[in-house]
C-alpha cells in the first residue's frame, strides 16, 4: 500500500472542526425522525388510526355517516389483482397505444399526454402546510470534497451512499467515507486504480454498515471492509466486459448483491469464502438484449420487519425501457409480475422505490414506479398459500416530468422534476405540500456512465437518451433523511417537526398561518407529521397549550401594529382583520376563561379593538355556540349595540342569553323604549318566569284605538300580531321568539293566560269599559288569527273536566261579545260562526252552542235589505257551511233565504249536495262573476263519469233550453258545446237563435277554423245548407272577409253560393267561386267589366279630382285579374290564354288612347306603369312577337304614333336582355361546377387506404399468416386492418339503408368508452363508411359473388357515397351542384334523387330555406346606343 502515508496527511489536513460541529448538529437533529422512522410498525400503526383512508383500505361500508376528516383522507381507489403476463408475449414496440386495449394501470387515462397533466399545482400550499422540509448544507463533507479535489486529485464527486456512514465516489476513482461528525474516516482505492478502472460510478453499503461495493464507469467492481478499509474483492469478470457498472445494490442478504451494467444487463453476485479465499460467482437475472434495464431496486426490510413473510422471496424490481418486472431471487428465481409502460417520452427517466407501508392493519411493502409524469403505486402481498399479488392504487399524476422519486415515510414522498425543484406529495390526497428550488445544489448527473463514454460509448441510442437526466447515484434517503450530491457540495433535507414548522411561521411573521396549522395538528388533518406521538388527547393538549401562547403574541402584535393616528376605519379594518381570529380559536379551543378574562382585558386597553371584539361574539350568540358569557362581557356587549343604534341586534342578541345576571328593570324599560317588544317578552318570561305583564303591557296600547274605531299605526299592527303569536305559543307550551317552557310550569302557564283572557275587567278599568276586554280586543284585531289560536289550542286539550270547562267558558264569552254587539262586520261574525261549525263537528265534542243563535247568523247574513257587502257575508256563509255548520240549519229554509239573498255559490253548494245539478245552470247564468264558468260545469257534468243518465239528461236538456243565453255569453265556448254534446241537434240550435248577429258569431265560431275552436270538422258532418247559411251571413256583416273564410271552409255547394254572391253584387267574391267552379273565362269576364268599370269612372273624372282612391281600387282589381291569368295561364293553349290577356291589355290601354297628347290625363303616367306591368307579366306566357304584332296592329298605333309605345316595347327588350344574360351566366357556372365536382369525385373514389400496421387488429396476427381459409382483408381509412373473420366474431356489422357495412372494432369501442355524448353519425361518417376490402394474396376473387347479386341495384357503394360526403364537404356554402339538385327534384316531384346517399333521409332541409342563402346574380348588360 504505496499511499497510506498519503491518506493519512489527507486525514489530517481535510478534519476541520467546523465541519464536524454541523455535522454533529446535523445529526442531531435528525435523531428524532430517525427514530420515528424506524420504530415498531405496530405502535405507527396505533396511533395513526385516526388517519386511515377507508377507500384505500378497503374497509367495509358502515351506516354511520363518515365524518369531515375521513373525506379529507379519502384518496385512493379499491384494490384491483394485476394479471400476470408472460413478457415474451407482448411486443410493445409495435402497439400503438392509442388503439390497443393494454392492461396498463393507467389505461383508462393513456393516450393523451395533455389529459395526463391536468392535476394543478396548489399556489399556496406555504400557507396551507408551512415549511415541511428542512434543507441545510453539510459544510464539513463538501469543504472536505472540494479539498480532495485539490489536494490530492481525487476528481470531482460521482455517487453517494448513505447508512450510519456517508460514502462519497470521485471521477479518479477515489471512495471517501464520513461518519456522522462529518469526519474523514477512510479514503478508499487510489488515483492510479482510478485511471486504470475508471470513475466511481456507483455505491452501495450493506446493512451492518460493514462493507463498500463500488462499481466503475470501466466494468470493475470493488468491495471495501469500513471497519478496517481493506480491499476485500476486486471482481473483473462478473459481467460482459467494456460496460459500465449504472447500479450496484446490496441485498438484506449480506453475501448477494445485483449489479446493473450499461448494456442493460442485470447480474446477481453471490459473494462466498471458502478454505479463507473469497470468491464471488455471478449469475445473469436479465440479458440486455431482450431489453435494457436501466434502473434496478432490490427490497430492503428494516431489522423489525426480517421476519416478514415477503423478505424471505428476496424480491428485485426492474426497470427497462419498456416494462417493469418483479422478480423473487429466493428460494429459486421466479417472475411475479411484468408490465408495460405504454407510450411515454423515450427520453424520461425510470424510476423505482420500496417501502413498507400499513394497509388494513397489516403491513406489506409498496412499490412506487414511474416514467414521465404518472407514478404508480403496487401493493405486493402474500397469501395464504404462499403466492405473490400484485394490487394497483390510485396513480398520481402529475404536470411535470420527474428525475427522482423518494419515499420520506409510508405517507410522504419527495420528488425532484426535470427543471431540477423539489415537490413534497402527501400519498394517500395527492396534495403538494411545499415546492423548492435546489438548482443551488449544482446536483450531479450519471450521462457518462449511461453513454458509457469510459469504454467507448458502445451502448445504444435509447439508453443514451435516457441517461441524459439520469441522476440514480446522486441521492440516497436513510432514516427520513435524503442526502444530494452536488459537485462541491453535500446537501441533506428531510422533514420538520410540528414545533419547527409552526416555528418557521413565526418567524415570518406569519401568525395567522401559524395558527391555521396548530389547528390542522390539533384536529389530526395535517400531513407529513413529525414529533406529534401518544393518544389523540395526549396531541391536542400538547398543541392547545403551544396555541394559547401564539394567540398571547397575536393579541399583542394586533395591539403594537394598530395606526396611532388616521381615520377611525383605517384602525377598525385593522382589529377587524385580526380580532375574529383570537375570537374563533378560543372557541374552537373551548377556552372561554382565557377569551373573557385575559383577552378581553387585554384588548380592552383599545375602545376600537373592544368594540371589534364584542362585535365578533354575535354570530357565536345568535347559533347559540356561545352560552355562559360573563356579567360584564355580557353588559358591553349590550351598550356598544345600544351606543352603535344597532337596535335589531340588541334584540336578537338578548333572546339568545341568560339574562339573569343583568339588571332586568333597566333592561326591560331599554326594550320597551326602543320597541324591543321580543326581547320584553324574553326577560319578563326567563329573567322573572312572568308570563302575564307582556301582554297588559301590550294590551295597553293597542285597546284604546280599537274601541275608539280608529286605525291602527303600523307599529301597534307589529305589536298586535305579536301579542297573538305569544299567546298562541303560551298556550301550546313554547317560549318565545323560541325554545321551550320548562315542563313543570307549563300548565301554570296556560291557567294564567286563559284566566287572564277571560277577565271580566282589566286591572285598571273605567266605569265606561265592556265586559270581557281583552277577548274584545283581539276579536276586533284580527278575529281569524284569534280564533285560529284557540283552534290550535283546543288540539293540545286534553279531554279533562277543567279543559272541557275552559273550552266552553271561552265560547260562551266569544257569543256574547261578537253576537250581542253590533260592531263587528259580517265577516267577523262568520268567521266566529265557522270556528264554532268546526268545533261542533269533532267526533269528539263537548261544546254546547244554542242552535237559535246560527239561525240569528243566518238571518243577519242574508237580510236582504243590506246590500253592502255581498260577496263577503256569502263567502263567510259558505265557508260556516262547509266546515260542518250546514247540520245548525233547516235546509229548505236556507234554500230560500239563499235565493232571496241572491247567494248563488250558496244555492250551487246546497244543489250539489241535492244531486239537482240542472238547477245549478241557472245559479251560473244569474251570477255576473262567474257566468263564463257555466260552459265547463255543463262539459264536465255530461263528460266526466260519476252522474247517472237522469242526471246528465236533465243537464243536457237545461242547456239546450237557455242555448240562446249561452250564445249570447259566450259565441266560442258555446259552439265548442254544441260541437261536443249538441252535434245532432244543431239546426235545432240554429232554429232557437232568432237574432242575426247572434247567429252570425255562433255559425263562425262553429265553422270558421280561424277562430281558435277546437272542433273537428269531419265528425261534426254539418249540412252544407248550414255552410250557406253562414256565408249569406258572412255577406251581409262582413264582406271583406268572405273570399278568405271561403279558402278554409269546405262544405259548401258552389252554385247556390255562387247565388248568394251575386244576390250581394260581391264580384270578387263570385270570381272566385267562378274560378273554383272551372269558369276561368267567365271569372276573367267579371273582373275585366269590374276593372273597365273602374277606369272608365277615372276617364270620367279626368283631371277634376285629385283623390288616390279610385286609382287604388283600379290596381287591386288589376293586380287581382293578372293574378287569375297567371294561375290559369299554365293549363290553356297559346288561344285561350290569348284570349284572356289581350282583352286585359286592351282595357289597360283604353284610357290612353283617349286621352289626347295636348291635354294628357292626370293619371297618365301610373296607367303607362300598371300598363307595363300588364306586359311584364303576359311576357312569360305569350311570344313577344304575338305581344308587338297585336300592339302594333292596333289602328291608332299603325298610323306610325310610335311615341307612346315606345317606353314599352323598349322595357320587354330590356327584360329580354336581362333573362338572356341570366340564362347563359348560369349555363356556364352549372357546366364548370359539373366538371369540377366529377374530377374531384373520381379522385376521391380512386384514393387507395394506407394500413397502419400489417397485422390484424383482432387476433394480432400477420395478414399473410393465416392461411388456413380463404378469408378477406379489410382496411378501414383511419388505418386498421382486419381479417373479416375477425370482424364477423366481433359483431362489427351494421345496416344502413338495406346494406351491410363493416364498422372498425378499435375506433368504435373507443369512441364508446371515451366519447359517448358525440353524434353517432359522425362516428359514422369516419368509421363505418370508410373501408376497402382487399382479398388475401392467395385468393384472386374480389368479393363474394353472392353478396354482389343480392346488391345487383344501381346504387353508390360506401366508398363512393364517403367520398361523395367528402365532396360535399369541401364547399364553404351551398353549391350550385345542389341548386341544381334541388330544382330538378322540386320539377320532377317524385323522382328518383341521383344522390341520394348524401343526404340524410327525411330531416333533409331544403337549402332555399337557410336563412344564409343567397344567390349572388350579375345585372343586365347596358344596351349600348
Not at 193 to 207: D, E, K, M, R, T
Not at 628 to 644: A, C, E, N, S
Not at 1039 to 1049: A, C
Amino acid at each position: 500500500m504505496e499511499n497510506e502515508p498519503d491518506q493519512e496527511n489527507l486525514e489530517q489536513n481535510l478534519c476541520v472542526r467546523t465541519a464536524e460541529e454541523e455535522l454533529n448538529k446535523s445529526f442531531s437533529l435528525e435523531a428524532s425522525l430517525s427514530k420515528f422512522s424506524c420504530i415498531d410498525l405496530d405502535k405507527e400503526l396505533e396511533f395513526k388510526n385516526d388517519l386511515i383512508d377507508d377507500k384505500e383500505f378497503d374497509i367495509p361500508q358502515v351506516d354511520t355517516p363518515p365524518t369531515l376528516e375521513s373525506i379529507l383522507n379519502e384518496t385512493d381507489d379499491e384494490d384491483e389483482s394485476f394479471v400476470l403476463e408472460d413478457p415474451t408475449l407482448l411486443n410493445i414496440d409495435t402497439i400503438d397505444s392509442h388503439s390497443y386495449d393494454t392492461s396498463s394501470v393507467a389505461s383508462s387515462d393513456s393516450g393523451d399526454r395533455a389529459n395526463l397533466k391536468r392535476k394543478k399545482k396548489l399556489p399556496d400550499a406555504f400557507s396551507l402546510h408551512g415549511s415541511v422540509m428542512r434543507h441545510s448544507l453539510l459544510k464539513g463533507i463538501s469543504a472536505q470534497i472540494v479539498s480532495a479535489a485539490d489536494k490530492v486529485d481525487a476528481g470531482l464527486p460521482t455517487a453517494i451512499a448513505v447508512s450510519s456512514l456517508i460514502a462519497v465516489g470521485t471521477s479518479h476513482g477515489l471512495a471517501l467515507i464520513f461518519d456522522q461528525n462529518q469526519a474523514l474516516r477512510l479514503c478508499l482505492g487510489s488515483t492510479s486504480v482510478g485511471g486504470q478502472y475508471g470513475a466511481i460510478s456507483a455505491l452501495s453499503i450493506n446493512n451492518d454498515c460493514s462493507r463498500l461495493l463500488c462499481g466503475f464507469a470501466k466494468g470493475q467492481i470493488t468491495m471495501w471492509d469500513l471497519a478496517s478499509g481493506k480491499l476485500l474483492r476486486s471482481i473483473s469478470d462478473a459481467h460482459p466486459p467494456g460496460t459500465a457498472i449504472l447500479h450496484i445494490k446490496f441485498t438484506d442478504d449480506p453475501t448477494l448483491a445485483i449489479c446493473n451494467d450499461s448494456g442493460g444487463s442485470v447480474f446477481e453476485l453471490t459473494f462466498k469464502r471458502v478454505m479463507g479465499v473469497r470468491t464471488c460467482e455471478s449469475r445473469c437475472l436479465f440479458s440486455g438484449s431482450k431489453g435494457e434495464v436501466c434502473c434496478i431496486e432490490p427490497l430492503h426490510s428494516k431489522p423489525e420487519l426480517k421476519d416478514h413473510p415477503i423478505t424471505q422471496f428476496s424480491l428485485l424490481a426492474m426497470a427497462s425501457l419498456t416494462k417493469i418486472l418483479v422478480i423473487g431471487l429466493k428460494p429459486s428465481l421466479k417472475v411475479w409480475m411484468t408490465f408495460p409502460y405504454g407510450r411515454m417520452d423515450p427520453s424520461s427517466v425510470p424510476l423505482l422505490a420500496w417501502h413498507f407501508v400499513a394497509v388494513n392493519n397489516c403491513v406489506n411493502p409498496m412499490l412506487a414506479f414511474c416514467r414521465g409524469d404518472v407514478v404508480h403505486f403496487l401493493l405486493v402481498k402474500r397469501d395464504e398459500s404462499g403466492a405473490i399479488h400484485v394490487t394497483k392504487q390510485k396513480h398520481l399524476h402529475l404536470y411535470y416530468d420527474l428525475i427522482n422519486f423518494t419515499w420520506i415515510n409510508s405517507r410522504t414522498v419527495v420528488l425532484l422534476d426535470s427543471v431540477e425543484k423539489l415537490h413534497v406529495i402527501d400519498r394517500q390526497t395527492q396534495e403538494e405540500l411545499e415546492t423548492m428550488e435546489i438548482s443551488e445544489v449544482q446536483l450531479v448527473y450519471n450521462s457518462s456512465h449511461f453513454k458509457s463514454l469510459a469504454t467507448g460509448g458502445n451502448v445504444s441510442q435509447a439508453l443514451a437518451l435516457v441517461g441524459e437526466k439520469a441522476c440514480y447515484q446522486s441521492i440516497s434517503s436513510y432514516g427520513g433523511q435524503i442526502f444530494y450530491l452536488g459537485t462541491k457540495s453535500v446537501y441533506v433535507m428531510m422533514l420538520r417537526s410540528w414545533r419547527e414548522r409552526m416555528d418557521h411561521l413565526l418567524k415570518q411573521d406569519c401568525l395567522t398561518e401559524a395558527l391555521a396549522l396548530a389547528w390542522s395538528f390539533h384536529e389530526g388533518k395535517a400531513k407529513a407529521v413529525v414529533g406529534l406521538s401518544g393518544d389523540v388527547s395526549k396531541r391536542k393538549a400538547v398543541v392547545a397549550d403551544r396555541m394559547v401562547e401564539i394567540l398571547f403574541h397575536y393579541a399583542d402584535r394586533a395591539l403594537k401594529k394598530c395606526p396611532d393616528q388616521g381615520k377611525i376605519q383605517v384602525m377598525e379594518q385593522h382589529f377587524q382583520d385580526t380580532v375574529p381570529v383570537i375570537v374563533d380559536y378560543c372557541l374552537l379551543l373551548q377556552r372561554k376563561d382565557l377569551l373573557f378574562s385575559q383577552m378581553y382585558d387585554k384588548l380592552s386597553e383599545n375602545s376600537v379593538a373592544k368594540g371589534v371584539f364584542l362585535e365578533c361574539l354575535e354570530p357565536y350568540i345568535l347559533s347559540d355556540k356561545l352560552v355562559g358569557i360573563t356579567p360584564q362581557v355580557m353588559k358591553d356587549l349590550i351598550v356598544h349595540f345600544q351606543d352603535k343604534k344597532l337596535m335589531d341586534s340588541v334584540e336578537a342578541l338578548i333572546v339568545h342569553m341568560d339574562i339573569t345576571s343583568l339588571d332586568i328593570q333597566q333592561v326591560v324599560l331599554m326594550c320597551w323604549e326602543n320597541r324591543l317588544y321580543d326581547a320584553m317578552i324574553y326577560v319578563y318570561n326567563r329573567g322573572m318566569n312572568e308570563f302575564i305583564s307582556p301582554m297588559e303591557k301590550l294590551f295597553k296600547v293597542i285597546a284604546p284605538p280599537l274601541n275608539a274605531g280608529k286605525t291602527l299605526t303600523d307599529e301597534q299592527v307589529v305589536m298586535g300580531n305579536k301579542l297573538l303569536v305569544y299567546i298562541s305559543c303560551c298556550l301550546a307550551g313554547r317560549a318565545y321568539p323560541l325554545g321551550d317552557i320548562p315542563e313543570d310550569l307549563v300548565p301554570l302557564v296556560k291557567n294564567q293566560v286563559f284566566e287572564f283572557l277571560i277577565r271580566l275587567h282589566s286591572v285598571e278599568a273605567s266605569s265606561e269599559e265592556e265586559v270581557y276586554p281583552y277577548v274584545r280586543t283581539l276579536l276586533h284585531f284580527d278575529t281569524r288569527e284569534f280564533l285560529n289560536v284557540l283552534a290550535l289550542t283546543f288540539e293540545d286539550f286534553k279531554n279533562d273536566k277543567q279543559a272541557v270547562e275552559y273550552q266552553q267558558r271561552i265560547v260562551d264569552i266569544l257569543l256574547k261579545v261578537m253576537v250581542e254587539n253590533s260592531d263587528f262586520t259580517p265577516s267577523q261574525v262568520g268567521c266566529l260562526f265557522t270556528f264554532l261549525a268546526r268545533q261542533l263537528a269533532k267526533p269528539d265534542n263537548t261544546l254546547f252552542v244554542n242552535r237559535t243563535l246560527f239561525d240569528q247568523v243566518l238571518e243577519f247574513l242574508c237580510s236582504p235589505d243590506d246590500d253592502s257587502r255581498h260577496s263577503e257575508r256569502q263567502q263567510v256563509l259558505l265557508e260556516l257551511l262547509q266546515a260542518g255548520g250546514i247540520v245548525q240549519f233547516e235546509e229548505s229554509r236556507l234554500i230560500r233565504m239563499a235565493e232571496k239573498a241572491e247567494f248563488y255559490q250558496i244555492c250551487e253548494f246546497m244543489y250539489e249536495r241535492a244531486h239537482q245539478y240542472d238547477k245549478i245552470i241557472d245559479c251560473y247564468l244569474h251570477d255576473p262573476l262567474r257566468e263564463e264558468e257555466v260552459f265547463n260545469y255543463i262539459h264536465n257534468i255530461l263528460s266526466i263519469p260519476g252522474h247517472s243518465a237522469e242526471e246528465k239528461q236533465s243537464v243536457w236538456q237545461k242547456a239546450m233550453d237557455h242555448m240562446e243565453e249561452l250564445v249570447s255569453l259566450k259565441p266560442c265556448k258555446a259552439a265548442e258545446l254544441v260541437a261536443t254534446h249538441f252535434s245532432g241537434q244543431i239546426e235545432v240550435v240554429i232554429g232557437q237563435l232568432q237574432n242575426q248577429v247572434l247567429l252570425f258569431k255562433f255559425l263562425r265560431s262553429l265553422l270558421d277554423p280561424r277562430e281558435g275552436v277546437h272542433i273537428n270538422q269531419e265528425l261534426l258532418q254539418i249540412p252544407p245548407s248550414v255552410t250557406e247559411q253562414f256565408i249569406e251571413l258572412l255577406c251581409q256583416f262582413s264582406p271583406d272577409q268572405v273570399i278568405e273564410t271561403l279558402q278554409v271552409l269546405e262544405c259548401y255547394r258552389l252554385e247556390e253560393t255562387i247565388q248568394i254572391t251575386q244576390k250581394y253584387q260581391l264580384h270578387e267574391v263570385t270570381a272566385y267561386l267562378l274560378e273554383k267552379k272551372g269558369d276561368v273565362h267567365g271569372a276573367f269576364l267579371l273582373l275585366l267589366e269590374r276593372l273597365q268599370s273602374r277606369l272608365q269612372e277615372i276617364t270620367r273624372q279626368g283631371g277634376n279630382t285629385t283623390e288616390a282612391f279610385p286609382l287604388k281600387a283600379v290596381e287591386d282589381t288589376m293586380v287581382e285579374t293578372i293574378a287569375l291569368c297567371q294561375r290559369n295561364s299554365q293549363n290553356l293553349n297559346q288561344q285561350q290564354r290569348e284570349a284572356l290577356w289581350f282583352p286585359l291589355l286592351e282595357a289597360m290601354m283604353a284610357p290612353q288612347k283617349l286621352s289626347s297628347s295636348a291635354a294628357p290625363h292626370r293619371h297618365c303616367e301610373a296607367l303607362k306603369s300598371l300598363t307595363m306591368q300588364v306586359l311584364n307579366s303576359m311576357a312569360a306566357f305569350i311570344a313577344l312577337p304575338s305581344i308587338l304584332q297585336r300592339i302594333l296592329q292596333d289602328p291608332i298605333y299603325g298610323k306610325g304614333k310610335l311615341g307612346e309605345i315606345q317606353g314599352l316595347i323598349l322595357g320587354m327588350l330590356d327584360t329580354f336582355n336581362y333573362e338572356q344574360t341570366l340564362l347563359e351566366t348560369t349555363t356556364s357556372l352549372l357546366n364548370q361546377d359539373l366538371h369540377w365536382s366529377l374530377c374531384n369525385l373520381r379522385a376521391s373514389v380512386s384514393r387507395g387506404l394506407n394500413p397502419k400496421q400489417d397485422y390484424c387488429s383482432i387476433c394480432l396476427q400477420q395478414y399473410k399468416r393465416r392461411q388456413e381459409m380463404a378469408d378477406d382483408i379489410i382496411v378501414f381509412s383511419c388505418g386498421h386492418l382486419y381479417h373479416s373473420f375477425c370482424l364477423q366474431s366481433k359483431e362489427c356489422t351494421l345496416e344502413i339503408e338495406g346494406q351491410t357495412r363493416w364498422i372498425c372494432y378499435k375506433c368504435s369501442s373507443s369512441s364508446k368508452a371515451g366519447k359517448l355524448s358525440e353524434n353517432s353519425s359522425e362516428d359514422k361518417k369516419g368509421r363505418v363508411t370508410s373501408q376497402a376490402k382487399a382479398p388475401p394474396l392467395y385468393h384472386q376473387t374480389k368479393g363474394d359473388p353472392s353478396v354482389r347479386k343480392a346488391n345487383s341495384e344501381p346504387a353508390l357503394d360506401p366508398q363512393q357515397i364517403q367520398a361523395f360526403e367528402q365532396l360535399c364537404r369541401l364547399y364553404r356554402g351551398s353549391s350550385r351542384l345542389a341548386l341544381l339538385t334541388e330544382l330538378s327534384q322540386n320539377r320532377s316531384g317524385d323522382s328518383c334523387r341521383p344522390f341520394a346517399g348524401s343526404q340524410s333521409g327525411p330531416a333533409f332541409n331544403s337549402i332555399f330555406q337557410n336563412e344564409n342563402f343567397q344567390l349572388q346574380l350579375a345585372p343586365p348588360p347596358v344596351a349600348e346606343d
